[in-house]
């Protein structure tokens, strides 16, 4: 039995997999090295474990934050403890997972738009080029945390209109204290962010809302996608909630900028299953 495993920042996706058919799903909180200790880790593998009973020959783990080789050998290390049966395991980054979902081995450009953003260029065997990936306090245009922090900054300014700002503080409760307390103290501020990009899909047409998202998309492109070589010659696919969610608005910004279009998948994993049989 084989493992596959794409992780973002908010959830985790783990599918057991015999002769190319899915037989088990579980979805755990998502695991990232920069955000969760050894213990917290190991905790999530063993809810993981405690429900797949059956030997474990392969593992092919893909996560957001195991691009350095030491989160990656530490991530690697951590899967050996709780799946010691297993005779392969690999440890890699969430791009490379949307790479061979969306792409299998054609060369193209790959953007996941979820929690976070980033983007690569894929050249069909391996990533050649990546760009974004900085994180919601440095980067992540496009994702569910750029677009929510885009919507804060507009209601805490009183940039957007008073009945845009009374909607969102009927839905979500707000005020400044708990907003800051949100962002600069509590864990996964990233997450806290990215809880309103439903708003925003609910107000989609509203001329603030659609101000914010497309500034955000095109944000994206222009310093995670156009900055990649052959970004212009190559179809560029797109994967995760956001991609799912805001794919009319994705696609506009990547035509008015003169970029082939490719595929949007919400789910890497249909895609991931096919390419590791």
């Known amino acids: 039995m084989k493992i596959l495993v794409d992780s973002g920042a908010t959830k985790a996706n783990w599918a057991a997999v015999q002769q190319g058919k899915i037989i088990h799903q579980i979805q755990t909180q998502g695991i990232s090295p920069y955000f969760l200790s050894d213990e917290g880790i190991v905790d999530v593998l063993r809810e993981v474990r405690s429900k797949i009973s059956d030997p474990v020959q392969e593992i092919h783990f893909y996560s957001t934050g195991c691009k350095a080789e030491d989160q990656r050998r530490r991530m690697h290390q951590l899967l050996r403890l709780m799946f010691q049966e297993a005779t392969t395991v690999n440890v890699e980054t969430d791009l490379l997972a949307a790479a061979r979902s969306m792409a299998q081995h054609q060369a193209g450009i790959i953007g996941i738009l979820g929690t976070g953003s980033n983007a690569c260029r894929y050249d069909g065997q391996t990533i050649v080029e990546t760009a974004g990936g900085l994180g919601f306090i440095l980067g992540d245009e496009g994702s569910g945390a750029g677009i929510g922090k885009s919507i804060i900054q507009a209601f805490l300014n009183r940039e957007m209109p008073e009945y845009l700002r009374e909607d969102l503080n009927n839905q979500y409760h707000l005020t400044r204290d708990n907003i800051l307390q949100s962002v600069y ?47 212009k010659n190559l179809p560029v696919h797109f994967v995760g909630s956001v991609a799912s969610f805001f794919s009319e608005e994705i696609w506009r910004s990547a035509v008015q900028l003169g970029l082939i279009l490719g595929n949007t998948e919400k789910d890497p994993m249909p895609g991931l299953v096919m390419y590791h049989e």
Do not use: W
Request: charge should be negative; aromatic fraction near 14%.
């Open 185 to 231: 103290q509590l864990p996964y501020p990233n997450r806290f962010l990215s809880t309103f990009a439903p708003f925003a899909n609910e107000h989609r047409n509203d001329p603030c809302i659609k101000g914010i998202l497309d500034d955000q998309f095109r944000l994206f492109f222009e310093r995670s996608v156009m900055v990649l070589e052959e970004s």
